[in-house]
């Protein structure tokens, strides 16, 4: 078992085979669709001065342009999911195994789900685990609805967006998208992790990880419309949840002008963007609106998800 701070990888098994996805009624897909952002696109400067992390290859930065597409406002939440679960009837990859990777702290009992990856105990094996079962049998999405959907994998991500006629963004339109128009900042509102001394994202506060003082007014998840929105109109951008993005992880290309990037042709890991709940600026301190991370596509934790996005109209 393979594992990150950031993302345990727990799946090494074969991958799921590709299959026919049912699709959405067309009012659904249609409804769907308005609900995007359209943005124009254009140049950014994407990446970091100097990376953190080197092997996260988010530095340095170069120069990107995309082209007009539309994105959500928000990650999908599990109000969305359950809908899409009751027309399709898809069961996750975390449900097909029956298990999932919850960090110890939201476990009422952790002493009972010993596993853990190598050197990472904060991250335990839990029967049950997934999408609506957080934090395994017996746990539910009571008072969640409007929380990130979880426990879903680059391969369920892929599901929803078949069943929806969108996709995932490219890592590129995520970056261009998150950082709302501002240029060479750490966040999406400026280089203050907290602005006029207030909290602007759902990140770790504290010892990690045997304390969590939850200053932010969260200890695991949070509402996809907390806090503010980013100049482009779109929520948390930096914490709350890793999203999936459609490419694979690998070094960026040169620093050199780059016209709608899409990611290395294969790889063995996806890309994760944005930061979770779990980032703590004395471990990984992975919450930038620069960072990334990656995971195995067949993999599910209970600090990712995702948000959709399409083409222009």
């Known amino acids: 078992m393979s594992a990150s701070c950031c993302s345990p990888s727990g799946r090494t098994g074969p991958l799921p085979e590709p299959s026919a996805q049912p699709r959405a009624a067309p009012e659904t897909r249609a ?3 308005a609900a995007l952002i359209e943005l124009k696109g254009g140049f950014f400067d994407m990446g970091a ?8 290859f988010d530095a340095p930065r170069r120069k990107v342009r995309v082209s007009p597409f539309r994105i959500s406002a928000t990650a999908v939440t599990n109000d969305d999911w359950a809908a899409f679960v009751a ?9 097909t195994d029956g298990w999932s990777s919850v960090f110890h702290l939201l476990l009422p009992d952790p002493v009972r789900w010993p596993d853990h990856p190598p050197g990472l105990p904060w991250w335990r094996v ?3 685990a997934c999408w609506s079962a957080p934090e395994g049998t017996g746990s539910d999405l009571e008072g969640r609805g409007d929380h990130p959907v979880v426990h879903v994998s680059w391969f ?6 078949t069943w929806a006629g969108l996709r995932l963004p490219t890592e590129a339109e995520w970056e261009f998208a998150a950082r709302g128009g501002r240029a060479r900042t750490k966040f999406p509102w400026g280089n203050e992790r907290t602005p006029g001394g207030r909290h602007a994202m759902n990140v770790w506060q504290g010892r990690f990880p045997t304390e969590n003082s939850a200053e932010d007014g969260h200890v695991g998840t949070a509402p996809v419309r907390a806090f503010v929105p980013n100049d482009y109109g779109l929520w948390n951008t930096c914490g709350n949840v890793w999203e999936w993005v459609g490419d694979w992880f690998g070094r ?3 620093p050199r002008l780059s016209r709608d990037p899409a990611g290395p042709e294969a790889g063995d890991r996806r890309v994760q963007r944005g930061g979770s709940f779990l980032c703590d600026d004395s471990y990984c301190e992975r919450f930038y609106v620069h ?7 067949d993999s599910s934790t209970c600090n990712a998800g995702f948000r959709v996005a399409a083409a222009a109209a």
């Open 291 to 297: 960072s990334r991370t990656a995971n195995t596509p």
């Open 49 to 56: 001065r100097t990376a953190r992390h080197p092997g996260d």
């Open 31 to 33: 409804r769907l669709a």
């Open 252 to 254: 960026p290309p040169a």
């Open 87 to 95: 027309e399709t009837g898809h069961r996750t990859i975390a449900e």
């Open 156 to 161: 369920d991500a892929q599901a929803y967006c």
């Open 126 to 128: 839990v029967d049950g």
